[in-house]
């Protein structure tokens, strides 16, 4: 230590003498548009809510969800008349569109949680202006998703029986099963879900009691906004709260969509089977998600002249998600190759052939093109930072996700280990009739959150204003 | 004068290459005794400094693409710890020549007699295997180098283009290093059990390697910051930050871990699950059990407190206790391969895994030595891009 | 504060606006190094420092978290070995009866749901939300708070509390108006 003693530290800093030249291209683009105050902020999203006059346009297109909710609700009715069978499952190939739409949509919520909860832990200033959509999002995802299991009970009306409760019966849920693990994953994800959406809106809401004019719509939000009145104790308290809710939710988003990989990969059926099914799964979950979250916020940017609030910035950013999640996606088509040649097993093998030959062969080179190939134009930032092309990629994810669920899923059971149960698997009417209205009912539900909700989070916006910055003095020295 | 001659982490770099060389000379003449236990002592000895390396590169490039505080006091240890790839590619050769003693599907005698290691041998055979390391290991050092190489320049010129080149060597580097690191841990270590395969082996693989990396630069960080070169530099913040990460990468770990475990437990195949049939029984089982409390129930909970991470001198512990519970998860991938029936535990894997550590350590100084310890001119020309200071003149 | 039905009446306390952030941060840590101990501080989004400057430093909701996350853990594993292997063991593929792999997933929901319910809930509790009543919400313009101004509000239970040099001392720091808030 001798040495050390008498050397005072000495961190070389050269002097920057030389102006810093830097093209305007590397400069950084902000998250929020010029010229914008506390007010500014505050009144232009929380009209959008408080408005009287209601555009035309959102009337058409709630009119057009609710037709979607409207055929649900006819498949519903059929299929409680009917049963199950009035959809394409058969023998060998139990789960079909129902399955594939429930996982869909469970995957394109993931996106939502990811968003708030992750990026939030990762302090990316860029979620703020597009969290709470992508909350939303994420709810009515779930609340698509969770139709589905529920009805492919096939007698929904005892679908209590997959809780636990003392019953006279005596009887428990079959806890082995991942089914079940099913039920508890997305409860808990449903309920998880709608407290960080709620408890991220009790401040705008206390905004929209405040700036309400008439005394119903002022109750309305009065109520849900359970007295917020701002204090800093609460502040303290709730930024807490939030960021512990962030850091539950991350675990919590990973281990749904595992769980829901589990439903296929305890099974030993090749093509499920895979150890590397759970990450997989997240990763493709979350790609999908970002899909929708584009697909959505490009119109709605431009719909209701959100440009400075959801800039390029996020737009790019969401399309370098895109990419890197892709990679993990193909990583994983990739190795599925590779792990089915070096296991020796001739069950893997032949599930290879039959997706690459096989009757469904057309699904997975769409596959390949939609989730290989479509995305790698994210590497440039010339498709990044056009909505035109960035809405394109989205798209052919959203239907590539599809797809790729429907390979995994009756891709894989048609062909049985024996030959004399091959079978064919086809969706009827009914699963497409299903699949539109769900997506009817997504669209419906997020329409009139945008109507009755700021669908921007406003204080959080505030906070990315220069103004937001205070120091106390006994920081400063 | 550098902050590293200050830091005094130079004077060590003498004595620890005495003690490699020490450790080396042991482990010969554990080879002159029993070549075949020398061998099979060495992979995992190897694998563990490996980890440490190969991580330090993932993260290094993980810091570049993402920026982000948490990495600025790593950085230079990173790169000095990636860029000693060369010292782990020389010392491979003891595995090269080894193979047969370590690898059944070496052995041309066995493989003639069983079906499935026959139909492997297109991948698994001595000439591809040792060709396919030699590319892993160019592939490293090309991208090591390649950042050192952008790294210098950026320090002369602070042209935002060669950050951003930098940025971009290091995004593609992500992927390669994934790949790379999925085939190697394949190869190296999946092979072992060559009838048993998993996909999520290389993902696991890969996690561990930059749990190693994370845990190595921390524990160097906190004996740093106690010298007074460093002092006052280290604020709790940056300890908090490296703890979450570790933190991550520990659930993360457990996350892989256990789904690999419980998807061939549940699916209880011939092929697959009489890997762990051998990892649980007898001290194998204890082993296990072991990485379940001190991999990840022990760190886990330690890093959830900011008491605990915040300091250094507690976050070290556990940085140790990790770094420790790595090198038992490698023996358990390992051992049990060659000693199926019961434990064992060679002492010269010891004599190895100091041997390799002190030759190591040598040129991880010697790569550290004769340079800030902090990036500061690259953190200064970035923060100042991200706040939107620097003005075009273009 | 009166008993339960009876009006409480008198004094609150006196509220200051400001308009920017700063301002009302350095007014409460002024009135903190004064000797007031009785105050909040109200603004449309959080502000570092805030709470510590009104003298409020802990929120004890990691405690809550760290509970629940553990109870909801090991209940949820017992909730499986239980019903599973005690009430009404069955033969499931051979699986042995205590499964236990098999009951973590379900154990790691049950530790989320918990912790969450406990950061949500402990939240509001520790608040004392949902209070739809409050004095401040008197003040004729304290809608703002919920917009773009700031309030300081000293409070009339504080000992050091003299209406007269509390408004002085509010007035000091530049506020927009100074005014009293009634129960």
Redesign the interface.
């Known amino acids: ?1 001798a ?3 008498d ?8 002097p ?1 003498t ?7 291209r ?3 683009t ?1 998250t929020i548009g010029p010229g914008h105050s506390f007010a500014t902020i505050t009144d232009h999203i929380s009209t959008i809510v408080l408005r009287r006059k209601t555009p035309i346009g959102w009337f058409i297109g709630l009119l057009i969800a609710m037709g979607g909710v409207g055929l649900l609700s006819i498949s519903i009715t059929w299929l409680l008349v009917k049963g199950i069978g009035i959809w394409g499952i058969n023998h060998p190939v139990g789960w079909g569109m129902d399955i594939i739409n429930f996982v869909w949509w469970i995957g394109i919520g993931h996106a939502g949680t990811l968003i708030s909860a992750i990026l939030l832990l ?1 302090r990316q200033e860029w979620r703020t202006s597009i969290n709470r959509f992508a909350e939303a999002m994420t709810l009515f995802a779930v609340a698509s998703a969770g139709l589905y299991p529920a009805l492919h009970t096939g007698r929904p009306w005892f679908d209590y029986w997959l809780f636990p409760y003392p019953n006279t019966m005596g009887l428990w849920p079959q806890f082995r099963s991942p089914l079940m693990w099913d039920v508890f994953a997305v409860s808990t994800y449903a309920t998880v879900s709608a407290l960080f959406w709620y408890v991220g809106l009790i401040p705008d809401l206390a905004t929209l009691r405040d700036r309400a004019t008439n005394i119903w719509v002022k109750r309305a939000y009065g109520a849900f906004a359970l007295g917020w009145r701002g204090s800093a104790k609460h502040w303290l308290r709730y930024e807490h709260a939030y960021l512990l809710l962030a850091g539950l939710s991350t ?1 919590l988003v ?1 281990s749904v969509h ?1 769980i829901v990989s ?1 439903d296929f ?4 059926i090749p093509g499920w ?7 997989y799964f997240v990763a493709g979950a979350v790609f999908a998600g970002f899909a929708m979250v584009l697909t959505l916020a490009i119109p709605a940017r431009k719909f209701f002249r959100l440009e400075d609030f959801i800039t390029m910035k996020h737009l790019e950013n969401m399309g370098k998600v895109l990419l890197a999640t892709g ?1 993990i996606v193909v ?1 994983a088509y990739a ?2 190759w590779f ?1 089915g ?5 001739a069950f893997e093998g032949y599930m290879l052939k039959n997706r690459a030959t096989g009757p469904y062969a057309k699904m997975y080179v769409a596959l390949w093109v939609c989730n290989g190939l479509a995305p790698q134009l994210m590497w440039f930032k010339r498709f990044r930072t056009s909505t035109f092309w960035l809405f394109v990629v989205a798209m052919f994810v959203n239907v590539g996700m599809w797809l790729e669920r429907f390979v995994i899923i009756p891709a894989s059971l048609h062909r049985d280990f024996l030959p004399s149960s091959w079978g064919m698997y086809h969706g009827t009417f009914w699963d497409w009739s299903m699949f539109i209205g769900s997506i009817g009912l997504f669209f419906s539900l997020l329409f009139l959150f945008v109507r009755f909700l700021p669908m921007i989070s406003i204080f959080e916006m505030r906070t990315l204003l220069p103004e937001a910055q205070a120091h106390s003095h006994e920081e400063a020295h | ?3 590293t ?4 982490i130079v ?1 060590a770099q003498v004595p620890a290459l005495i003690v490699g060389i020490l450790g080396f000379i042991a482990a010969i003449i554990g080879w002159v005794m029993n070549p075949a236990e020398f061998y099979r002592a060495y992979l995992p000895s190897y694998l563990f400094w490996f980890e440490i390396v190969a991580g330090s590169l993932a993260i290094l490039m993980l810091q570049y693409v993402t920026g ?1 505080e948490w990495g600025v006091l790593i950085r230079r240890p990173l790169g000095a710890a990636a860029r000693t790839m060369i010292v782990m590619a020389v010392l491979f050769i003891p595995i090269a020549i080894g193979l047969p003693h370590i690898y059944v599907w070496a052995n041309p005698e066995i493989v003639a007699n069983d079906h ?1 290691l026959h ?2 041998q297109p ?1 698994l055979n001595p000439t591809f295997f040792l060709l396919r390391a030699a590319i892993y290991f160019a592939i490293w050092i090309l991208w090591a180098w390649r950042i050192r190489v952008l790294s210098l320049r950026f320090y002369e010129d ?4 060669t950050e ?1 080149s930098r940025r971009k060597w290091s995004a593609a580097g992500l ?1 390669m290093i ?2 790379t690191l ?1 085939f190697a841990s ?1 190869d190296w270590v999946m092979s072992l059990e060559p ?1 048993w ?7 696991s693989f890969t996690i561990g390697c930059a749990l190693s990396a994370f845990a190595y630069v921390t524990f160097l960080l906190t004996q740093l910051s106690k ?7 280290l604020k709790p913040s940056h300890l908090r930050d490296l703890g979450n990460l570790m933190l991550a990468f520990v ?1 993360l770990w457990a ?2 871990a ?10 209880n ?1 011939k ?1 697959e699950v009489p890997y762990y049939l051998k990892r649980q029984h007898g001290t194998w089982g204890v082993m296990a059990a072991a990485l379940v409390i001190f991999h990840f129930f022990l760190p886990f909970f330690l890093l ?1 407190m900011r008491t605990i991470k915040d300091r250094p001198n507690t976050i070290a512990i556990v940085t140790v206790c990790i770094l420790a519970m790595r090198y038992i998860e490698i023996y358990w991938l390992v051992g049990p391969a060659h000693y199926p029936e019961s434990f064992y535990f060679s002492w010269m894997s010891i004599a190895v895994l100091i041997g390799i550590a002190g030759i190591w350590f040598w040129f991880f100084v010697q790569q550290l030595k004769g340079q ?1 310890i ?1 990036p ?2 690259e953190t ?2 970035e923060e ?5 200071r ?5 | 504060m009166g008993g339960i039905g009876k009006p409480i009446t008198g004094l609150y306390g006196v509220i200051a606006e400001f308009s920017d952030a700063q301002a009302l941060l350095d007014a409460a840590n002024s009135a903190r190094e004064e000797g007031y101990t009785e105050m909040d501080a109200f603004s449309p989004f959080p502000i570092h420092g805030l709470a510590e400057a009104v003298g409020f430093a802990k929120t004890g909701l990691s405690a809550v978290v ?1 509970t629940m996350g553990i109870l909801g853990g090991i209940g949820g594993f017992f909730m499986c070995w239980y019903a599973n292997v005690i009430s009404y063991p069955l033969n499931i593929g051979g699986k042995p009866y205590n499964s236990w ?2 009951w ?1 997933p379900i154990a790691f929901e049950c530790a989320i749901l918990l912790a969450a319910l406990g950061a949500v809930l402990g939240m509001l509790a520790l608040n004392g939300l949902p209070m739809p009543y409050h004095p401040v919400f008197n003040v004729r313009r304290f809608d703002q708070a919920s917009r773009d101004k700031f309030f300081l509000v000293l409070q009339a239970r504080d000992p050091k509390f003299q209406l007269d040099e509390v408004r002085d001392f509010l007035d000091k720091f530049n506020p927009r108006e100074v005014v009293d808030v009634p129960w």
Request: aromatic residues 12%.
């Open positions: 230590m040495t050390t003693k050397t005072t530290p000495v961190h070389e800093v050269r920057v030389q102006e810093l030249r830097i093209p305007a590397y400069l950084p902000p990762l675990p990973l595992t589990f990969a305890v099974a030993q089977h895979a150890t590397f099914f759970p990450p990679l990583y190795m599925e792990y040649l070096y296991s020796g097993n | 004068m550098t902050t001659q200050a830091t005094g004077r982000g499935l139909l492997k991948y602070r042209a935002p283009e951003i992927l994934v790949l999925t394949i009838k395969y998993s996909s999520m082996f290389g993902i010298t007074k070169a460093m002092s006052g530099i659930m996350y892989t256990f789904s690999q475990f419980l998807l061939i437990w549940y699916g195949l092929e959830l800030t902090i500061i001119h200064w020309v100042a891009i991200r706040e939107g620097l003005s075009t003149n273009a | 760290l792999p098999a973590i």
